[in-house]
């Protein structure tokens, strides 16, 4: 749940770095979240429900997921890769899944190496 209410606390930033763990447990407290509204949706004879996480989460969704791509020393354009069928959405699937880029790189420090302090 910390990781989730990190990503919250970013929901703005596309710059940075976001590591694995960060972005794939925001995604999974997410779908539980849309779980819960679809649910709730359906039960009140209300589909559009939905539209309520899906639109508060939308900037820190993309935001998350730009900063993701970083950590594997890509630019944040390519989430628009997304919008390709089939193959687009493998593809970001893929770079997601991807262990960080290591060391520095043009888009800041690897969030999984500690700061070393002299």
């Known amino acids: 749940m910390s990781w989730f209410i990190e990503a919250l606390k970013k929901y703005a930033v596309f710059g940075g770095r976001a590591r694995r763990k960060e972005y794939w447990l925001y995604t999974l407290f997410l779908e539980i979240i849309?779980?819960?509204f679809g649910i709730l949706g359906y039960a009140a004879h209300a589909p559009y429900?939905?539209?309520?996480?899906?639109?508060?989460?939308?900037?820190?969704?993309?935001?998350?997921a730009v900063?993701?791509?970083?950590?594997?020393?890509?630019s944040g354009w390519w989430f628009l890769f997304e919008l390709v069928p089939v193959v687009g959405p493998i593809t970001l699937l893929v770079f997601y899944c991807l262990d960080s880029q290591p060391g520095v790189n043009k888009f800041g420090p690897n969030p999984k190496e500690a700061p070393v302090f002299a």
């Open 34 to 36: 849309y779980g819960v």
């Open 49 to 64: 429900l939905i539209a309520i996480p899906v639109l508060g989460f939308l900037l820190p969704t993309l935001a998350v």
């Open 67 to 74: 900063r993701r791509l970083h950590d594997t020393g890509r």
